[in-house]
C-alpha cells in the first residue's frame, strides 16, 4: 500500500470514527472527513496520533486525495442522509472507484442504490457492520454484499484486517451481491431482537416464577454462561443484573422504565418475512413484545382491570429454574432455525447464493449475537449445504429432543402463573407444528371452499375440488 490513502471515510459519529481508527490501528492510511468539520477537528485532536489518518474539509478534497481506485466507505445516518451523501459524493468519482455503504441500510435501498450508483462505471458495497461502539474499534463482523471483484481486489484485504478474528479466521466475508450483505445484517438484527427478549422471559420466570432476588438471577447468568448456552448477550445480562443503582442502592433493573426502543431492524425482518412466507415466529414476537412494552400507561391501566394471576405467591421454585436453561436453550435454536430459513429463501427468490454455513462463521465474533453454538451452526451446513431446516441437523434435533420436556413445563408453568413468554411459547409451537405430518389444515381448506369457494385439494388424487355446498353437497372435480 502506498502512503496515499486509498480508505477514505465519511461521517464520523461514534460507528465511523472507531470503524477509521481501527483502520488506522492497522497501519492503512485513511482519509476522514465529515460534513460538520468542526467534529472533523474534534477527532483528528482526539486521534489523530493514532495512525496514519488524514481529515478534509471537503467532499473534493477528501475524494481528491485517494488514491485510485478509490475506495470511500460512508457512515453516516441510514436513509435520506445516505443517499445525499452519495449524491454528493458521486460527481467527484471515476468509474472504477468502490463506495462502501456501511450504515443499517434497508436491502432494498441498497439495491437501488447498487443499480443507481454502476449506472455511472462505480462499484458499490453495502455492508453490514455489528459490534457497536466496541466492536467497530476493536473487530467488527462485517458482511459485505455487492460487487465482487472489486471487493476482493481492494475492499477485502482492509474488511479481514480490522474485523474480529475468531479461531484465525476474520469474521468477515464477502455475503453476495447487491442487498445481501445489508439483508444478511438485518436478519441478524432480527436474530438479537429474538435473543434479547428470549433473556428477558427467562429473567421475568427466574423472578416472578422461581422467585429468586435480582442478584441470584445474575448468578443464574453467570452460570449459563458457561454452558452451552455461552454469548455475549448472556454474558451481558449478568452484568446489567449486577449492576446497583447508586442513587437508590436498588437493582438497576428496577429503576429502569420498562418500556424497550427499537429503531426498526427488527421490524423490517418480521415484515420481510410475512412478504416471504417464511414462518419468523420469534423474531416477530420479540418486535410485537417491546410494542407491548411501549404502551407503558395502558399496560398500568389495565393491571387494575384485568383479572389474573401475576407470578408465583411464596418461596422459591429451583426446578423452574432448572427448566429454564433448556428452554432458553431450545428457543434459541428454533429463532436461529427461523433466521436461517428466511436467508435461506431470500437466497432463493433474490439469487443470491448465500453460504448459509459462512454467516454463522462470521457471526461468531464481533458482532451482538455472537455465541458459541454457532460453531455448531457452521457445522451442520458444511455436513449438508441443503438442510431444509437447521432443526434437522443431527445435532439441534438431538438438542431439541433433549430440551423438550423441561421446555414444555416452562410453556405450561408461565401460562398458569400468567407470565407471558411470548417467545419461548411460539418456539415451542413452531417446533410441535412443523414436526406434524398432518395437521389441521384441512378444516381451514373446507372453511374457505365453503364461504369462498376457494377449493382444495384431496390427498388421494391430484386436482382442485369443490362442494356445491349451496346445492346439492355434492364435490365437483375443476378444470
Ligand atoms: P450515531 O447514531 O452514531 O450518532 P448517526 O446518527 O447514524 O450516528 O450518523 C451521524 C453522522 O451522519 C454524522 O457524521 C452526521 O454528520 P454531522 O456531524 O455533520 O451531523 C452524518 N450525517 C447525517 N446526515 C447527513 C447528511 N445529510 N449529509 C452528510 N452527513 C450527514
Same mark, same amino acid.
Given at each position: 500500500m502506498t502512503s496515499q490513502p486509498h480508505f477514505g471515510l465519511t461521517g464520523l459519529a461514534t460507528m465511523g470514527a472507531n470503524l477509521a481508527r481501527n483502520v488506522a490501528h492497522h497501519d492503512i492510511p485513511v482519509a476522514v472527513h465529515n460534513r460538520t468539520t468542526s467534529?472533523?477537528?474534534?477527532?483528528?485532536?482526539?486521534?489523530?496520533?493514532?495512525?496514519?489518518?488524514s481529515a478534509h474539509d471537503s467532499i473534493a478534497g477528501w475524494v481528491g486525495a485517494l488514491a485510485r481506485p478509490r475506495v470511500l466507505m460512508i457512515m453516516v445516518q441510514a436513509g435520506a442522509a445516505t443517499d445525499a451523501v452519495i449524491e454528493e459524493i458521486l460527481p467527484h468519482l471515476e468509474a472504477g472507484d468502490i463506495l462502501i455503504d456501511g450504515g443499517n441500510a434497508n436491502f432494498r435501498d441498497t439495491q437501488r442504490?447498487?443499480?443507481?450508483?454502476?449506472?455511472?462505471?462505480?462499484?458499490?458495497?453495502?455492508?453490514?457492520?455489528?459490534?457497536?461502539?466496541?466492536?467497530?474499534?476493536?473487530?467488527?463482523?462485517?458482511?459485505?454484499?455487492?460487487?465482487?471483484?472489486?471487493?476482493?481486489?481492494?475492499?477485502?484485504?482492509?474488511?479481514?484486517?480490522?474485523?474480529?478474528q475468531v479461531d484465525g479466521t476474520p469474521c468477515c466475508t464477502y455475503v453476495g451481491p447487491d442487498g445481501a450483505g445489508h439483508y444478511v445484517k438485518m436478519v441478524h438484527n432480527g436474530i438479537e431482537y429474538a435473543d434479547m427478549q428470549l433473556i428477558a422471559e427467562s429473567y421475568d420466570l427466574?423472578?416472578?416464577?422461581?422467585?429468586?432476588?435480582?442478584?441470584?438471577?445474575?448468578?443464574?447468568?453467570?452460570?449459563?454462561?458457561?454452558?452451552?448456552?455461552?454469548?455475549?448477550?448472556?454474558?451481558?445480562?449478568?452484568?446489567?443484573?449486577?449492576?446497583?443503582?447508586?442513587?437508590?442502592?436498588?437493582?438497576?433493573?428496577?429503576?429502569?422504565?420498562?418500556?424497550?426502543?427499537?429503531?426498526?431492524?427488527?421490524?423490517?425482518?418480521?415484515?420481510?418475512?410475512?412478504e416471504r412466507g417464511v414462518a419468523l415466529t420469534g423474531i416477530t414476537e420479540a418486535v410485537f413484545a417491546?410494542?407491548?412494552?411501549?404502551?407503558?400507561?395502558?399496560?398500568?391501566?389495565?393491571?387494575?382491570?384485568?383479572?389474573?394471576?401475576?407470578?408465583?405467591?411464596?418461596?422459591?421454585?429451583? %426446578?423452574?429454574?432448572e427448566d429454564l436453561g433448556h428452554a432458553l436453550y431450545a428457543s434459541k435454536i428454533v429463532s436461529y432455525a427461523q433466521g436461517f430459513a428466511q436467508m435461506a429463501a431470500a437466497s432463493e427468490?433474490?439469487?443470491?447464493?448465500?453460504?448459509?454455513?459462512?454467516?454463522?462463521t462470521i457471526w461468531r465474533g464481533g458482532c451482538i449475537i455472537r455465541a458459541r453454538f454457532l460453531d455448531r451452526i457452521r457445522e451442520a451446513y458444511d455436513a449438508e449445504p441443503n438442510l431444509a431446516n437447521l432443526m434437522l441437523a443431527e445435532f439441534f434435533a438431538q438438542a431439541l429432543e433433549r430440551a423438550q420436556e423441561p421446555w414444555r413445563r416452562v410453556v405450561a408453568r408461565s401460562a398458569?402463573?400468567?407470565?407471558?413468554?411470548?417467545?419461548?411459547?411460539? %418456539?415451542?409451537?413452531?417446533?410441535?407444528?412443523?414436526?406434524?405430518?398432518?395437521?389441521?389444515?384441512?378444516?381451514?381448506?373446507?372453511?374457505?371452499?365453503?364461504?369462498?369457494?376457494?377449493?382444495?385439494?384431496?390427498?388421494?388424487?391430484?386436482? %382442485?375440488?369443490?362442494?356445491?355446498?349451496?346445492?346439492?353437497?355434492?364435490?365437483?372435480e375443476l378444470g
Open positions: 467534529r472533523t477537528e474534534t477527532f483528528m485532536a482526539e486521534h489523530g496520533a493514532e495512525g496514519p489518518l442504490r447498487h443499480e443507481a450508483v454502476g449506472a455511472h462505471g462505480v462499484h458499490f458495497i453495502g455492508s453490514g457492520v455489528s459490534g457497536g461502539e466496541e466492536g467497530a474499534l476493536n473487530g467488527p463482523s462485517i458482511m459485505p454484499g455487492g460487487d465482487r471483484a472489486p471487493y476482493e481486489e481492494s475492499v477485502r484485504p482492509i474488511f479481514e484486517a480490522i474485523a474480529a427466574l423472578r416472578h416464577g422461581a422467585g429468586l432476588e435480582v442478584p441470584e438471577i445474575a448468578r443464574q447468568f453467570e452460570r449459563w454462561n458457561e454452558s452451552e448456552l455461552e454469548s455475549f448477550l448472556i454474558e451481558i445480562s449478568a452484568r446489567v443484573l449486577a449492576k446497583t443503582d447508586e442513587a437508590t442502592g436498588r437493582p438497576l433493573v428496577d429503576v429502569i422504565l420498562d418500556s424497550a426502543g427499537q429503531k426498526g431492524t427488527g421490524r423490517w425482518t418480521a415484515q420481510d418475512a410475512l417491546r410494542t407491548l412494552s411501549a404502551l407503558k400507561d395502558e399496560r398500568v391501566a389495565a393491571a387494575d382491570r384485568l383479572a389474573g394471576p401475576t407470578g408465583r405467591a411464596g418461596g422459591a421454585d429451583a %426446578s423452574l429454574a427468490a433474490e439469487g443470491w447464493q448465500l453460504d448459509l454455513g459462512a454467516m454463522a398458569e402463573l400468567g407470565i407471558p413468554t411470548p417467545a419461548f411459547s411460539s %418456539s415451542l409451537a413452531y417446533y410441535d407444528g412443523y414436526r406434524r405430518a398432518r395437521g389441521p389444515a384441512s378444516l381451514i381448506q373446507g372453511l374457505r371452499d365453503l364461504f369462498g369457494a376457494h377449493t382444495y385439494r384431496r390427498i388421494d388424487r391430484d386436482g %382442485s375440488f369443490h362442494i356445491a355446498w349451496g346445492g346439492d353437497g355434492s364435490e365437483h
